[in-house]
DNA sequence: TATGAATGAGAGTTCATTCAT
DNA sequence: TATGAATGAACTCTCATTCAT
């Protein structure tokens, strides 16, 4: 990487992609520090080992995710307005960090535990999101009439769910349908396009 | 395992768990003898290599999910009823053996060529359930003016997403919203509820 | 080593010598096992980690010292015949097993505690050697009035300090006198000579 | 370490203690810069290398342990007066200074030839012990009748081994008896008893 | 005199795979 | 069909040492 930046942040960005293409354990230190154009054992003078490495990358992640979420909720928030902006704004910064959805992924599946207690940290330190809050507000437009589903738990799976796996289930959905979708920008235009329809339409009284 | 069943059989049983657990290569050789009762050799034996093996897993796993396909699709299937069976079977089917999606997601991300290549394997020797003759059917949907979504990629990634994120981002989702969602068969029923609704609502004009 | 000797023992052999020529940190795994003839991976096949290969190369150690002393403590010995015959057969045994010493005092600067607990395993399992027969014996004899010291413990360190420190401290004195003592059979018959006389004139009563 | 201490004798003294709990090969230089209160870069500014700090290391003890027995040793010493004094200020002065026969022990074994070298030098800047002179006191002793030994280099091995083995050897001789012995000034108080006893009467004529 | 960052060689350990029986 | 022993390559990690400042 550049010289100018730190190593210890290349070591993290590489570690993001490889983490990323291969899973913690397919993930190959030696191949992390030759991307992060260092010493195998830099890695560990910054990480002390591979698991710390991974947990600092996934922490990463889902700082930038959460990070992301503290913009599109706020005090007057309409449930249409969140429908109409949320998932373009979640489907276009994981498009644009497709490593992110990947390492969530990965890591949901191999180690909930960890999972569950990074968030936690996560959201103890960032206080741009405040999950409670957001809850709060699912519960009181169900009380006032304006959405369908009463469980936010539920709201939210629907609303994660459309988002997160246009991403990890898009080859699977090639492959059964035969069908290739454009690449790119068009993909992801309709994509969002019907997310936001099916949820306003959906989930709105 | 028994002894009565096969050697074979024991491996695949124990290799779809371990690698469910761990990912292809968090997986361990010694790990799925152990669990299969037998031994390291047996397995090399048997499938000459530990990508053979996974191979072998994945390709059962995909058979098993689309056997259960085959049997909701059908000549005269309308889209309501499709949308009101097809979550309940699969995100059931899905409880009853949580090892599939994790070696679905898993493998999706790490090797989407290899995924796409066994799954067109699986249609190809598995008759019961034909993707191009249920795609025409999505596309009849919409030109008779019975669904919202045109295009049948995004029509079934809806699907699909809601209902296999059910089982990968309940972690996710129980660690954002600090709610422990009921265990089992409480949170399938809720969770079911909830995915026909939507589609119901949001998708059938 | 003799192809047929099974390689754990060729590998607890090479271990030996190797822990005591260069101790635990300065053992190298890869010598060991190419003194063994052997891979590597064998160690770790059949020891599991450096640690545990060194504890049972410790353990067979000083398995047979003590199966050596049980010979000589028996139900009727004398002061006057301990002292004439122990350090003749623990020097000669020294002699013969010259890693054997440098074993024991490794360990017992390394770490006392493992040493401690290795030794308690030993009697335990070795019932040709009982300590606590042997103290009373000890404590009887001074009774008696047939030994000065009245403290085992004492007694036995000085018995033993004699025997061991005769093979350690050679280079010490030899550096310090400038004196080469005779190699081999003449030295060990002098130093014997030497300890029992000093013991039997310097504690019998 | 203390502020007021230069670097350079924080280190030799952090790595006495280190080289005394790990031997050469066991010892970090990391942890002694570390128990120093400095960077491992000024380790190597000062001694170069880890092997010439242990030299550095070895050569203090060994100088302070010729300094003290340059003490004891003079013109008209008797072999009674020598015995009577010699265990006691050997064995305090191992006891204030635990890492010096650990260091000792451990080179020893390791590194016989070193040891030697080392010694010669010692003797060589150290004026204060003389050890030609005292073998000829020896003889001298012997040929007037006075002690029962003949051969110097069993005389002196008699002597150092009651001494510098109770330490090395308490452990052991703990382990076998089952005895705990008194901590600290009892147990030395005993153990120069015992030792003097031992050597005045059976080494006397 | 002091430091944080960097390095290369090599350490112990793991792992898929094969062999002899 | 089954097994315990063996292997070599690769892996994560360590460590003495050096460099730039």
New binding site residues.
């Given amino acids: 990487m550049a010289k100018t930046a ?3 942040e290349a070591i993290l960005a590489a570690g993001r992609r490889e983490f990323a293409a291969r899973g913690f354990s397919g ?4 191949a992390i520090a030759r991307a992060a154009g ?5 890695l ?2 910054y990480f ?4 710390k490495l991974y947990r600092a990358v996934l922490a990463g992640a889902l700082g930038e995710i959460f990070a992301e979420l503290g913009g599109v909720v706020h005090a007057r928030l309409t449930p249409e307005r969140f429908m109409e902006r949320f998932p373009g704004i979640y489907i276009r910064f994981l498009a644009r960090n497709p490593d992110l959805p990947r390492i969530l992924v990965f890591d949901l599946i191999r180690d909930p535990e960890n999972f569950s207690r990074t968030m936690a940290g996560i959201f103890r330190e960032n206080s741009e999101f405040n999950p409670q809050r957001f809850l709060g507000m699912v519960r009181s437009w169900h009380d006032q009439g304006l959405i369908a589903e009463e469980d936010p738990l539920h709201f939210m799976l629907n609303v994660i769910s459309l988002s997160i796996f246009s991403f990890v289930g898009r080859p699977m959905v090639e492959a059964i349908s035969g069908l290739r979708s454009e690449d790119g920008e068009a993909f992801y235009r309709a994509r969002i396009r019907s997310v936001v329809r099916l949820l306003k339409k959906g989930m709105l009284k």
């Fill in positions: 730190s190593s210890k993930a190959r230190v030696e260092c010493n195998k054992a830099m560990f003078y002390s080992s591979k698991e």
